[in-house]
């Protein structure tokens, strides 16, 4: 263990100091259990699950494959940094509005999966939603929902235009 | 004061209430178990045996022990109370002592102040093992060529059907074996506990996501050698379970722990440590013969069912008599010959997984009615139509079928779905199968079409005294609602507040924390708990709205029985009285507690015969895939659904059952299989065990079947396991379709297409 030794991670907006860590311990553990940001959450510890998707620079990742200590020059948000005060973000209330929720384990890294399909590809096609979202499993609600939320989004975009 | 009734939207019953931890689950906040924390806790984690089978010889902790911020290691002789648990019947040890039965059973366990701690810990605990040939095939255990590989047998539980007429055929006899793989469930939250001791250290608090809070009491308290009432267990967040999580898994682990260490212990698995932390669902090998007239109506069915139970009992004895009792499906059948064995093996322990048994019976029954029809000329709607079971019917148990039966509805319902599209010749290459691997060609794609239809028993069976507890308050204008029901994603905590809004005509309803500081509520399993918690809270709300009456009609001189909710005011009903029932409850306090019991059930005589049910649910599924023969892909289409649910008490709610139970179904028919080998598990992790995921969801057309259940406190069936019982084989039937190739296995390897 490295005493009296820290590094700096910016997460979302934030400077926070990481103080005692072990040098393998990875971006999730990190966020979790040393700086106090359990929303984003580990279920495969691969990179299979999308679970614990994290914006590291704009890009989406899998927090669990990324040596914190390799992150020490980057921005990162994670879900905590996706909402504004108590306010959720349009994606997030079309999540809960269409049923997208069951269990909940999935839908941070979903939320942030699809937050940065939706920066990036403002008007995704059917297949487009489906293949960004494809590296996040969820158990509980078979897609039907998650698909429906997204749609929903978009509308409530463009209707807003 | 106008006597029309304003039309508003409340969350009530039938409405599409939202979750009331939707906002906490989208935005981080909700506390998953997971994510609990304690003041001065330390990380628990346990050591495994890496053979199936094996005699210990010797264990020596001292190198973990002595290791820096090591706080304690425990073995089977750390356990002061019984030195086994089980849900059916206790012979799981806490920690294996003697002899250990399965890859993966707990031998130690350590607490230490990092999990890289916890990791160096285990390494460091010596056990010299005596290897022993493992009993791998069930087979080898039922012929007897295997001794005893527990003090219990190799023979968990063997049970006949026989009923009717033993020599009856007809001119059609059909029959294959078909298999069954290992599923697993496979929820994302893993499996995670924070066990607190308490300050005198002769009590413990266990923060646990699991599926039956007192169910984990009783099998605890036990272990630990505790009373009941120094064990208090809380429900942390659960990220979903799906049978996984009725076993003990973590929990007497980490209570040992934190009373050993003295201080708050937080354990929480890994993924590959969760494929051998718990049970799944069993695999299975199934012979049927079925025996029918010339039209296609079944005569007679002959079956032999095979459940691997792995090391330990678990929950297979029920598993078992839920394949068997389904193994007509839902048709008519008036004779019988059915053999069936839960047995013991050296593979994972089996359990609890939706669908429970008739998952397994309804591949094997499904395929057969495909066999019938081809036989008799017939279509594979026409063969289902024609042997549709309807309520009054007699099962081959004997009992009589009392549930509403809407399964000649499910049918047609199903079948009046329009078909997909047929894929259009130039096609996104995402929408053929394979899907992102980007390997089919459009030209070599051919399309199917299948069926399937299932029944399903709700509750639970057997004589077991099956009950929900719920108490409702009525405090500073407010409900309050305290039950110890699992919430674990179905949304139990939505629908309770739902039926308070409807019984007692107020909005502002709060749950109380979920623990055991209140009746059972029995499991969140065997689609019950709509139908059991949900009749629990209607009667605890309706035993408060008796009392509010009575305090309305003492204030108002009227008779309380004269009153009744309307929307959001108590009334009379020819309209001379109304108030507001916030208004009326202004300085009124009352609290009722009611249990709910299902109607009684019995165990099965040794022919088989006997009332073991309780009720039942149907569903039809219509499978349209396309397969690349060559690559031996598929791409599930659409599935078409019409499902037997009694009534809809939330629609939003329901068709996230509907749908994510097909997504589990399409897995077990294409992808998910734990890989034996030898005793060995093959691929314990989401790289290697193959998940639906966006791109392999089908498009999901459904009905829901509104037929009023009287028997059900709320009109409503469970419906959490249908969806995923029936789908199964329609994916199957359609791959077949596609092909012209029997399968007999599940899940559809590659190469079971394309060899």
Known sequence: MSDNEFYNLRVNGMSHQVQDSWVGESLLYVLRERLGLPGTKGACEQGECGSCTVLLNGNAVCSCLVMAATAVDAEIVTVEGLTTGNELTDVQQSFVDQGAVQCGFCTPGLIVAVHHLLDHNPQPTEFEIKEAISGNICRCTGYGRIFAAVEETIKIRNGAK | MSTTVTARNRDVLGNSALRPDGAGKVSGSFEFTSDMHADNMLWGATLRSPHPYARIVSIDTSAALALAGVSCVITSQDVPGKPTYGLISSDQPVFASDFVRYVGEPVAAVAADHPETCRRALALIQIEYEVLTP??????????????????????????????????????????????????????????????????????????????????????????????????????????????????????????LALKANRPIKMQYSREESFFGHVHRHPAKIFMRHHADASGKIVKIDARFVFDGGAYTSTSPAVLINGITHTQGPYKCDNATVDGFAIRTNNPPCGAMRGFGVVQACFAHESQMDKIAQAAGISPIEVRLINAMATGDPLITGQTMESVAPVARCITDTANIPLPEPLPEIVNELALPGGSGLTAERSNIVRGIGWGVSMKNLMYSEGFDDFATARCTIRDGKVFLKFATSEVGQGFVTLAPQIARSVLGLDDVEIEPIDTQVGSAGSTSASRQTWMSGGAVDGACRLVREQMFKHVGSMHNIDPLRLVISDTDIVDQIGTFRISVQDAIEGFSCSETFEHHHRKTEELDENGQGNCHTAFAFVAHRAVVDVDPELGLVKVVQIATAQDVGRVLNP???????????????????????????????????????????????????????????????????????????????????IRDAIGKDLLRIPVRPQDICL
């Not at chain 2, 994302?188 to 266990?206: F, K, M, R, Y």
């Not at chain 2, 498009?699 to 419906?719: R, S, W």
Request: proline fraction near 7%.
């Open chain 2, 135 to 256: 009993l791998t095939d069930p087979e080898d255990a039922i012929s007897g060529k295997f001794s005893p590989i527990h003090p219990d047998g190799n023979i968990i539980r063997h049970q006949r059907i026989i009923r009717g007429d033993q020599s009856a055929t007809g001119p059609i006899v059909v029959e294959g074996l078909y298999e069954i793989g290992m599923q697993d469930q496979a929820f994302l939250g893993l499996e995670a506990a924070l066990a607190i001791p308490d300050s005198d250290g002769a009590g413990v608090h266990l923060h646990v996501a699991t599926q039956w809070l007192h169910e984990d009491l009783s099998q605890i308290s036990a272990c630990l050698a505790l009373p009941a009432n120094r064990v208090r267990l809380t429900l942390g967040g659960v990220g979903g379970a799906f049978g996984a999580r009725e076993d003990i898994s973590l929990q007497v682990h980490c209570c040992l």
């Open chain 2, 652 to 734: 939003l709610s329901a068709i996230g059952q509907l749908e994510g139970g097909i997504a589990q179904g399409l897995g077990l028919a294409v992808m998910e299989e734990i890989v034996m080998k030898d005793g060995k598990v093959k691929n314990p992790s989401f790289t290697d065990y193959l998940l639906p995921t966006a791109l392999d969801a089908p498009n999901v057309v459904a009905v829901m079947i509104e037929e009023y259940e009287p028997q059900a406190p709320l009109g409503a069936k469970g419906i959490g396991e249908p969806p995923c019982i029936s789908v199964t084989p329609a994916i199957v039937a359609a």
